[in-house]
């Protein structure tokens, strides 16, 4: 059973279109980039994944650590993060987006995340029945 870590934050949207500052916004959405990335290396690297899966290519760690200017080590840390998220896969040694769609692969996260907040209901009703905690109506 894979473990997805999916988290989502309300950030204020760029005011106006921009490609870098859109995927910088997606990475901030899903808590990606934080305050200390000063350099915003997950933007660039989710930037990096994003182009080569417009190209229809895979990159490995060490050319997403080159596109991205950071190294080996800093961009194996974000790939992790991303794969926990679901928004990338790892094939082999190779990294690309879940889908070949950025907005296909967020629907795909959907998806996971609904079917994880079914599974939290579901459980919790049955821990309100078994404690008989009810509602009044």
């Not at 000063?38 to 933007?43: L, P, S």
């Not at 690309?96 to 939290?120: C, F, K, P, W, Y």
Request: hydrophobic share 35%; net charge positive; glycine share 4%.
């Amino acid at each position: 059973m894979s473990t997805n870590i999916i988290t989502i934050r309300d950030i204020e949207k760029p005011l106006k279109p921009d490609t870098v500052q859109d995927i910088v916004w997606i990475c901030k959405s899903f808590g990606f980039v934080s305050s200390r990335d000063i350099e915003e290396t997950a933007g660039k690297i989710f930037h990096s994944i994003i182009l080569a899966a417009h190209e229809g290519k895979e990159l490995t760690s060490e050319v997403i650590a080159e596109k991205s200017d950071v190294t080996r080590g800093t961009a194996l840390f974000h790939l992790k993060d991303y794969i926990d998220s679901g928004l990338v896969i790892q094939k082999k040694t190779k990294y690309t987006l879940r889908r070949r769609r950025i907005s296909g692969t967020i629907e795909e996260i959907e998806v996971d995340a609904q079917r994880m907040l079914d599974n939290i209901k579901r459980i919790a009703r049955e821990l309100d029945a078994r404690l008989k905690l009810y509602e009044r109506s």
